[in-house]
């Protein structure tokens, strides 16, 4: 991409309970902070890029429609959080090949509304009925349901293998609610104390609930131009430097670690390409060039792992090396500095999106880092999007 | 493979759970019948690649491994280790209310794959310890795979 495509604005209702809110309402407010951000008008929009259709968001048609958007270039992916990365590449994608002059990616989705994630009544619910499994290993005659479940799984072997206490999880769970704390948008401000973490219940052990993502109801946009059009916006561009895609296969899953053969093929020690990522190669850097790093944490260990797959830390040395401080404001590696889904609220990527922008603008206030030039989106799933003011 | 239904070679439990339908089994297609059939007479079988060998724990239309569409089923003992395990302090399906807390483990069997099923015994499953499989009948014919300890 070699900053060649921006974003160029953002918008949000922010992260909360709104379980009487409309999908088009979340929408129609995300869009016109958005627009009203960059200055374009609706009728500049001529591409449309959707996260969660119907029924927890909108569907592209409905959309379009109900939006009064008129797109030439149009998407949607599959209803889960795993695609924040490929939407907004998506988006990249159809502005370098001329589809598109300004392209609007919209996630809008409801939760509040619904029953429980992993619980009959939420939408996809026929999902965890497969061929194989579900989109999370689900596998419901064992008893093995909802997201949780292989999530703990994969972090009860990780910790097996590694030596690896909870003590990890805890410092992932309070740093995001630190930075939280510092976001007047995030949904879980109070403080968390060890001994919080600690007495707070097992959901699915070894995962306290302080270890899951606090579900929400929000709609955000994030809209990308050109840079010739960028630089000609209100607000400081943020460029999208290289990314690569969403990784698949039969050793992926998205909630754990290559290598330890949960819902995996095979079973072997993880060696990660770490440095030799493309998003980094491609852009010629180093992950010690990365000053921040926001990566997708439906669950705490999910960030330990990111770390690792994109070489910030050896396998199974991620747990001692967010100690001290390190991944925390002020630190070596600021991660997730709005809160992340573990605190500002689970928005499957767009709260981390648009901190990345408010970092790259210089307009986090509190939170701000100093002379931020580089951010990172990386992921368990192996995706990513390197990103340059 | 020749398979005795009237010889099971793995034991039997009731599933103890609410409902005791298989509302929650999985997809059984044309694919998969033969695994789920296996279970029914007692036998746990996996499939296995004529092509390179691999057996596996997804049962797809073909091999995870070299995706040859040619393969036969293998009959498994059951045994294996704890390769990893959870317990669940919610319930998120009915079924599965009356059983709260549960365990779940990922099982390493001796034949090969890593696969689901939940925790028969009383004590706390330990990574690494042995396991045996264990059928697992719904009331309505479905059955499963489940796991309790193995005496060495």
Not at chain 1, 63 to 78: D, G, H, I, N, V
Not at chain 1, 142 to 168: C, E, N
Not at chain 1, 251 to 259: A, L, P, W
Not at chain 2, 57 to 74: P, Y
Request: glycine residues 10%; contains cysteine.
């Amino acid at each position: 991409m070699n900053n060649q495509v921006a974003i160029v604005g953002i918008g949000t209702t922010g992260f909360g309970r709104f379980a009487d809110r409309s999908a088009s309402s979340m929408a129609s407010e995300a869009l016109r902070q958005a627009l009203n951000d960059c200055g374009l008008k609706r009728a500049d929009v001529d591409g449309l890029v959707v996260q969660i259709g119907s029924p927890r968001g909108l569907d592209y048609d409905e959309m379009a429609r109900l939006l009064a958007l008129e797109t030439r270039y149009s998407s949607q992916t599959w209803d889960h959080g795993r695609f924040c990365a490929t939407v907004l590449q998506q988006a990249a994608m159809a502005l370098m090949a001329g589809l598109a002059d300004a392209v609007a990616c919209v996630a809008v989705f409801r939760n509040t509304a619904f029953t429980r994630h992993g619980t009959e009544g939420f939408p996809g619910f026929e999902e965890n009925f497969r061929e194989a499994a579900g989109p999370h290993a689900e596998t419901p005659h064992t008893g093995l349901i909802a997201p949780i479940g292989a999530a703990a799984m994969h972090m009860q072997r990780y910790a097996h293998r590694y030596g690896v206490t909870s003590d990890a999880l805890a410092t992932i769970a309070l740093t995001s609610r630190a930075h939280a704390a510092l976001n007047p948008m995030a949904f879980k401000r109070e403080p968390m104390t060890m001994d919080d973490y600690l007495a707070a219940p097992f959901i699915c052990e070894p995962l306290r609930r302080f270890d899951c993502s606090v579900p929400v109801d929000t709609g955000t946009v994030v809209i990308l131009t050109r840079a010739d059009r960028a630089k000609q916006l209100r607000q400081q561009p943020a460029y999208l430097k290289s990314f690569q895609g969403l990784a698949g296969g039969p050793n992926e899953f998205v909630f754990g670690q290559i290598g330890l053969g949960i819902n995996q093929r095979d079973i072997f020690d993880y060696a990660p390409r770490g440095a030799r990522e493309p998003v980094f190669t491609r852009a010629g850097i180093t992950p010690a060039d990365v000053d921040t790093l926001h990566t997708y944490d439906g669950f705490s260990p999910q960030v330990l792992w990111a770390l690792e797959r994109f070489g910030f830390a050896e396998p199974g040395k991620a747990a001692d090396w967010v100690g001290g401080g390190r991944i925390a404001l002020g630190g070596e590696l600021p991660v997730n500095t709005s809160g992340g889904h573990l605190s500002e609220g689970h928005s499957n990527g767009w709260g981390q999106t648009l901190e990345i922008v408010r970092q790259l603008r210089g307009t986090c206030g509190e939170r701000q880092i100093k002379d931020c030039r580089r951010a990172l989106w990386a992921t368990t799933f192996g995706d990513a999007i390197l990103y340059e003011n | 493979m020749k398979i005795d239904p009237t010889q099971p070679a793995l034991a039997r439990v009731e599933f103890p759970g609410g409902r005791g339908s298989s509302r929650v089994r999985p997809l059984i297609t044309p694919d998969t019948k033969p695994h789920y059939d296996g279970l029914r007479n007692g036998h746990l079988l996996l499939p296995e690649c004529e092509a390179c060998g691999h057996v596996g724990a997804s049962v797809g239309a073909c091999c995870q491994r070299c995706g040859s569409d040619k393969r036969r089923w293998r009959e498994s003992s059951g045994a294996g280790v704890v390769h990893s395990w959870v317990r669940y302090h919610r319930a998120y399906l009915p079924e599965f209310e009356a059983l709260v807390p549960y365990a779940v483990i990922a099982a390493r069997l001796d034949d090969g794959p890593v696969m689901f099923g939940r925790w028969l015994s009383e004590r706390e499953p330990t990574i690494e310890s042995p396991v045996q499989g264990v059928i697992e009948h719904w009331a309505d014919d479905f059955c499963g795979l489940a796991f309790g300890e193995r005496r060495k």
